[in-house]
């Protein structure tokens, strides 16, 4: 699908590439100089994260390595309860290392606390949380997130590696969709 056909799938545009551009970069100077003489792990939640992912590691100036996990959920019956399912786990140990959860959303609240204790659990040094975007409306459990790049109203939102039945990841931007595009799924 070409992407002019998906920006018209918008309702609004809710953050512009360059506002995106710039809140990452602040990110990314903010850790910076949280860890400095430090190194740290990024660990991308797949998939929603992996832009804001890849432009945030260019953006800290410390010795990173990356790792990346894929969860789900069982399905909305027992989503209440935080039963997640790792898809894909982490490759490489964490013992003993800063670890930087990185996500794209924080909705329920229900995956992060599920991945926090998970981690924290396997003896990292030190665990924080950096999401690109904050639905606080939503939270449906109490989890602190150590940075945030935007808080966001409760609205189903696409772009910049967030999708709707996978699609619109590639969008630059992250927008509103169209009700219409929900019922013409459905
Ligand atoms: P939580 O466990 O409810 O916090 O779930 C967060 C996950 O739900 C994110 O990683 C996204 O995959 C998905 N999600 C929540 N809100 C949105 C949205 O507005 N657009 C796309 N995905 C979303
Ligand atoms: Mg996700």
Do not use: H, W
Request: glycine share 6%.
């Amino acid at each position: 699908m070409e992407r002019k056909t998906l920006i018209d799938d918008l309702e609004r545009v809710l953050l512009t590439p360059e506002e995106i551009n710039a809140r990452v970069a602040e990110l990314g100077r903010r850790i910076t100089n949280d860890f400095r003489g430090e190194e740290v792990r990024l660990v991308g939640i797949l998939k929603g994260a992996f832009m804001f992912f890849a432009d945030l590691s260019r953006q800290i100036d410390l010795p990173v390595s990356m790792d990346f996990m894929a969860i789900s959920s069982y399905g909305k019956a027992t989503k209440s309860s935080g039963v997640v399912r790792i898809i894909k786990d982490l490759d490489n140990d964490i013992t003993g290392k800063n670890v930087i959860i990185v996500e794209d959303i924080i909705d329920s609240g229900m995956s992060l606390s599920f991945l926090k204790e998970n981690l924290i659990s396997r003896g990292a040094k030190s665990l924080k949380i950096c999401v690109l975007l904050d639905k606080p409306d939503r939270r449906r459990t109490q989890i602190d997130v150590d940075y945030v790049g935007f808080t966001i109203p409760d609205e189903f939102v696409v772009g910049f590696g967030l999708d709707y039945a996978e699609q619109y990841r590639a969008l630059p931007m992250i927008g509103v969709l169209k009700p219409s595009v929900y019922s013409r799924k459905d």
